[in-house]
């Protein structure tokens, strides 16, 4: 049997939203981790505003 489950179309653009978000988040994660192992505590800094940015966004996409 077929699914011929409707969807609308900003269902898609949400997924579409959260995978990007999740990918900036997952490369901003690796980033931190470099900046600390380079002791470089300015970009480290600034990745975590960054990375609070990008969790917010998910947090308001979720709730």
Do not use: W
């Not at 997924?15 to 470089?40: E, G, P, V, W, Y």
């Not at 300015?42 to 960054?50: A, F």
């Amino acid at each position: 049997m077929e699914n011929y489950e409707l969807t609308s179309p900003s269902s898609g653009i949400r997924k579409t939203k959260f995978t990007c978000l999740k990918d900036q988040q997952r490369s901003l994660n690796m980033q931190i981790r470099l900046a600390m192992q380079l002791h470089d505590r300015t970009v480290q800094d600034e990745l975590e505003r960054k990375l609070k940015e990008v969790t917010d966004q998910l947090e308001h996409i979720l709730y």
